[in-house]
């Protein structure tokens, strides 16, 4: 501690006639830059340089005529001042900031550098430090050292500027006011990580108070932010996210979020820390919940508007719309204004990359989860007007039979009055004039008695069980006997087991026998897996496969989104 006292007795021997050259400057700063170093993250000898009377000519030292010994002065007190409330305090009674905030404006790079730094670690977890910060009029040179040369100056004035913004509620309108967006914009573009994360941070302070959202937004803040979501770096990630939730409080950004892109943005950023995800969801929700009355009017006017002239920016709209619009506003956001013909052009359209592509499939199957006819198959079989289900005892029942079909050589028991309440083709069979009219045997060709036995199963009792193997024969005999109850059975088992591998062959079989729900399912699993089909399938065979689908499913779906608050009439 002999060594501590020494370095302190040296500069208490020099504070006199600071205004001229010092004959032992050097000693002087060598004795300030030692302090610098033993202090350094070392409390006790912070404590200790405070007891040997060491800040007092430290602040004296500040206003000395080299500024090299300004320099190593400014040095030792930021030293002194990180995370130590007794040091801080008596260097504001000691009269640093006046002098400080002088520094603050000089051409030396290293000045200002280190007396930025010192005023950064006073106001730090200090609001009455940071509050006599600004009282003394350090606002303005702050934000002009913005603009310095300096890097390190720059960050530092960036921090300081984060910092002052939680002092009182209307200091984040003053910076705004007094010229800091425009600098912390650029700095957001600089090679420097740094720099970019502490831009990132003072404008995410400074996007919590409502004007300065619109400000920032203005000012060109928003696409370089969300390109900071792309960084590799944590911190950096979660500055923009914060900085990008507060932008969207405001009502008059969003449509300007969705038009460049946002959305989608957002969704797609590989967040490193939960934070920055658990920022990302809840601005997507603020996005979610602002999309109503004037701003779904702008989301929807950009859309329209730009058909002719800004293909992307109309698509960017429709996509948005798909993930974040209510349901009420469906039908108005993609049948209305055609939003449905946008996400499917850009689906289709094989001039756009891969990566439009798939966010066009997640989009319309989104879209898709969003009407409820689309949740699953209706399998309750559609009765015919007059029905007769005779109950599982008379499957195959010779009692009271008065028709036996002959399938694969074997007799079947049949009962003709719950055959024509079945389907228009039993009653054709029965009541027209064909042979079978008349006949008491009737063969029954190209069918399992399996298949057969399951159909008149359906026809008996309303219901059969329809196991995978049977799936697609029974589905063709229903078909065939125009036996629709029994066709959704087979459509909800065969979507069951779709696969990437007999995607196709499944919406062959459902365009072949006329099953629409599970030509729809068909195209809906192709949307949710869109990009394992599209990496493991031959690029012109899937885009024929999408370009088969799409057509139905536009149909399917525009005619549920126009359903969509159309009121039903109350049964009498």
Request: proline letters at 4%.
């Amino acid at each position: 501690m002999g060594a501590l006292s020494g370095l302190v007795g040296i500069l208490k021997r020099h504070t006199d006639n600071i205004g001229c050259p010092m004959p032992g400057a050097s000693v002087v700063r060598r004795a300030a830059d030692a302090i610098t170093n033993l202090a350094h993250e070392n409390i006790p000898i912070k404590s200790r340089v405070r007891a040997e009377g060491g800040i007092p000519p430290l602040v004296v030292l500040l206003e000395a005529y080299d500024a090299k010994v300004q320099r190593a002065a400014a040095g030792a007190l930021r030293t002194l001042a990180f995370k130590n409330e007794e040091n801080k305090n008596l260097i504001v009674e000691c009269g640093a900031l006046s002098t400080l905030i002088q520094m603050l404006r000089a051409e030396d790079m290293g000045i200002h550098y280190e007396a930025v730094g010192v005023i950064g670690n006073l106001v730090h977890s200090s609001l009455h430090i940071k509050r006599q910060v600004l009282e003394e009029g350090a606002l303005q040179p702050v934000i002009g050292l913005l603009s310095s040369s300096c890097n390190e100056s720059q960050r530092e004035a960036a921090l300081l500027l984060g910092q002052f913004a939680t002092t009182e509620p209307d200091y984040k309108a003053r910076i705004v006011q007094r010229g800091a967006v425009p600098p912390l914009i650029t700095m957001l573009g600089a090679a420097d990580s740094q720099l970019k994360e502490m831009a990132a941070f003072a404008l995410g302070r400074l996007a919590q108070n409502r004007d300065n959202q619109a400000g920032i937004m203005q000012a060109g803040g928003l696409q370089p932010l969300l390109e900071l979501l792309q960084s590799k770096q944590g911190t950096l990630q979660h500055n923009a996210a914060f900085a990008l939730y507060g932008l969207a409080d405001n009502e008059d950004n969003v449509a300007e979020i969705i038009r460049q892109g946002g959305v989608s943005l957002l969704q797609e950023a590989d967040l490193i820390v939960q934070a920055s995800k658990d920022c990302v969801q809840k601005t997507i929700k603020r996005l979610e919940d602002k999309i109503q009355g004037n701003v779904l009017k702008q989301i929807l006017y950009a859309m329209h508007s730009s058909q002719a002239t800004d293909k992307t920016m109309q698509q960017r709209v429709a996509v948005a719309l798909a993930w974040l619009g209510k349901e009420a506003d469906l039908r108005q956001s993609f049948v209305d204004r055609r939003g449905l013909d946008v996400l499917l052009e850009l689906l289709t359209d094989q001039r756009r990359d891969a990566n439009s592509h798939k966010e066009a499939a997640a989009a319309i199957f989104e879209l898709a989860k969003k009407i409820p006819a689309t949740a699953a198959i209706d399998c309750a079989p559609a009765e015919p007007p007059s029905h007769v289900y005779l109950g599982e005892k008379y499957v195959n029942n010779q009692t009271l039979s008065d028709v036996t079909f002959l399938v694969e050589g074997k007799e079947f028991y049949a009962h003709r009055i719950a055959l024509l309440a079945s389907s228009d083709i039993f009653r054709a069979m029965f009541d027209g004039h064909y042979k079978e009219k008349e006949a008491s045997i009737i063969p029954v060709p190209n069918i399992s008695f399996r298949v057969f036995e399951s159909m008149m199963r359906a026809i008996y009792t309303k219901s059969t069980e329809v196991t995978s193997d049977i799936a697609e024969e029974l589905l063709r005999a229903a078909d065939q006997y125009m036996l629709d109850g029994l066709k959704h059975l087979c459509e909800e088992s065969i979507s069951q087991g779709l696969t990437m591998e007999n995607l196709t062959e499944t919406y062959d079989l459902a365009e072949n026998f006329n099953a629409p729900q599970l030509g729809r399912r068909c195209a809906l699993f192709a949307l949710e897996h869109y990009v394992e089909l599209s990496e493991g399938t031959p690029q012109s065979s899937w885009s024929q496969l999408m370009l088969r689908m799409m057509p139905k499913l536009k149909s399917f779906l525009t005619e549920e989104l126009v359903k969509i608050n159309v009121p039903t009439t109350p049964c009498a």
